[in-house]
Nanobody, 114 residues
C-alpha cells in the first residue's frame, strides 16, 4: 500500500536550517508530482512546494521563495525540503502528499523559536 513517511523536523532557532525528508513506497514514485504542505495551529493547510515527476519543475509558495528548496531522488523514492533562514512563522506540522493529495504522511513538526 502507499506509504509516505516524513522525518527531519525539530526545534531550531530563528535563522537556522533544517532538511526534511519524505520516504515513499507502494507506488511508482517517479511517475507522480509530490507536494510539501504545512499546517500551523488554527490555520489552514498551506501548500509549500510542489515538484514534477522528473524534478525539473518546482513551484513554491511566496512565503518561502528564496529560503526553501524542494528536491527529489527518484532512485531513493524520497523528496526533500531544505529550509534555510527559518522564521518563527515557519513553525508548523510539515506533511508530504502525493499528486492530488489522495495520500498523506503523518507529518513532522518544525518549531522555530529562540
Amino acid at each position: 500500500q502507499v506509504q509516505l513517511v516524513e522525518s527531519g523536523g525539530g526545534l531550531v532557532q530563528p535563522g537556522g536550517s533544517l532538511r526534511l525528508s519524505c520516504a515513499a513506497s507502494g507506488f511508482t514514485f517517479s511517475s507522480y508530482f509530490m507536494n510539501w504542505y504545512r499546517q500551523a495551529p488554527g490555520k489552514e493547510r498551506e501548500l509549500v512546494a510542489r515538484i514534477t515527476p522528473s524534478g525539473t519543475g518546482i513551484n513554491y509558495a511566496d512565503s518561502v521563495k528564496g529560503r526553501f528548496t524542494m528536491s527529489r531522488d527518484n532512485a531513493k523514492n524520497t523528496i526533500y525540503l531544505q529550509m534555510n533562514s527559518l522564521k518563527p512563522e515557519d513553525t508548523a506540522l510539515y506533511l508530504c502528499s502525493r499528486s492530488n493529495n489522495n495520500y498523506w504522511g503523518q507529518g513532522t513538526q518544525v518549531t522555530v523559536a529562540s
